[in-house]
């Protein structure tokens, strides 16, 4: 069966322990990146995922905690050898505003850089993003302050289904991204306009049914004045008050099958 791991847990402001949310999907003949933390390609060493295996990469918005690590990651890809083609995903406002970015670098100056290929998602629900021998992506919109994916995720030798609702507030759109999926990967920032809590996430996950609940992309400075979050246990009880199946916490380098 196909495997997440988790890189970054966190919500924007990660800590020592917690990076920003990105996770790879590893399947039997590759793996995706979906997002890039600060230092993508460290986050992979550590997890045991050569870099070269590598092939796509899907970026869920244009925000500094998830593109953030993408020119670093690019580049040391670059300088450790790689010369296999790179597939890149994301809305046209994403992907638009990534390229300045690299052009910023004057990443077209770089000798010898392998090939990159941009695939714009269209707008809409259940849009294919990616089909490959692994794995079905669609992609579906999130209620968040720039354009953003959710995406729902078949892993297709099993034909079990994640689904991801990125950062965002409840909508139908997620609503009827997650009918029907196995695990549910939400985050638990907090609720409010762009965001979601572990108890709006616990009221997802019953209402669709799904088998497990992994709460990612929450606040890890418990114990700050700033802090308004949850700790762990909370999160937890809140998302069970809706939800009587399994509760999870993805903490960095947490592993899971779809």
Not at 53 to 73: K, N, R
Not at 94 to 123: G, I, T
Not at 197 to 211: I, M, N, Y
């Amino acid at each position: 069966m196909a495997k997440v791991k988790i890189l970054g847990s966190a919500y924007a402001t990660p800590n020592p322990k917690h990076e920003n949310t990105h996770f790879a999907l590893q399947g039997s003949h590759g793996t995706i990146l979906v997002d890039c933390g600060a230092n993508p390609t460290v986050r992979l060493e550590r997890a045991g995922i050569p870099f070269d295996s590598i092939d796509h990469v899907i970026f869920t918005h244009f925000h500094p905690d998830h593109v953030g690590g993408a020119p670093l990651m690019l580049m040391n890809m670059w300088l450790m050898g790689r010369t296999k083609p790179l597939n890149i995903y994301g809305l046209g406002h994403c992907l638009r505003n990534l390229q300045l970015l690299m052009e910023m670098y004057d990443w077209k100056m770089w000798p010898n850089f392998y090939p990159v290929s941009w695939h714009a998602v269209a707008d809409g629900e259940d849009q294919l993003l990616y089909d490959g021998e692994d794995f079905h992506i669609t992609s579906w919109p999130a209620t968040h302050f720039v354009p953003t994916l959710a995406l729902r995720i078949r892993d297709k030798p099993a034909g079990r289904v994640l689904a991801y609702t990125c950062d965002g507030s409840p909508c139908d759109s997620i609503n009827r991204m997650a009918v029907g999926a196995n695990t549910l990967l939400h985050e638990a920032a907090g609720e409010g306009f762009g965001h979601s809590s572990a108890l709006q996430a616990g009221q997802l996950a019953g209402r669709v049914g799904v088998e497990v609940l992994y709460l990612v992309h929450y606040d890890v400075h418990l114990g700050d004045q700033r802090n308004s979050g949850q700790s762990e246990t909370e999160m937890i009880a809140s998302a069970r008050i809706n939800f009587g199946g399994r509760v999870e916490i993805a903490e960095d380098f947490t592993e899971f099958e779809i």
